[in-house]
Nanobody, 127 residues
Framework: QVQLVESGGGLVQAGGSLSLSCAASGRPFSSNAMGWFRQAPGKEREFVAS????????YYSDSVKARFTISRNNAENQMFLQMRSLRPEDTAVYYC????????????????????WGQGTQVTVSS
């Protein structure tokens, strides 16, 4: 059974930092692109960041670029999101996803291109 499990969420003050992890099990994802999305209350799920199969290509939404860093450790079947300079508008449930594709400049921000999803972890940024 394939599972993605996020961890590391919590409550932080504006300007602070948090690190999220996504642990995959049930199959290796070393050949698959992975990504982070988030959903704020009353809003649609939105793309945050994506990383290709070997980590040498990353994409970020404009709202998090230069503040968030996505990375992965294929040996441990894990993905990470380092978040700095957090803002109240970053408050959301953060989800990790994995696609069945290795790398794509057109799929990375498309929610429908991610086959597997975690249950999400709450990030709350207070002002």
């Amino acid at each position: 059974q394939v599972q993605l499990v996020e961890s590391g969420g919590g409550l932080v003050q504006a300007g602070g930092s948090l690190s999220l992890s996504c642990a995959a099990s049930g199959r290796p994802f070393s050949s698959n692109a992975m990504g982070w999305f988030r959903q704020a209350p009353g809003k649609e799920r939105e793309f945050v960041a994506s990383i290709n199969w070997n980590g040498d290509t990353t994409y970020y939404s404009d709202s998090v670029k230069a503040r968030f860093t996505i990375s992965r450790n294929n040996a441990e079947n894990q993905m990470f999101l380092q978040m700095r300079s957090l803002r109240p508008e970053d408050t959301a449930v953060y989800y990790c996803g994995a696609g069945l594709w290795a790398s794509s400049s057109t799929y990375y921000a498309r929610e429908d291109k991610y086959e597997y999803w975690g249950q999400g972890t709450q990030v709350t940024v207070s002002s």
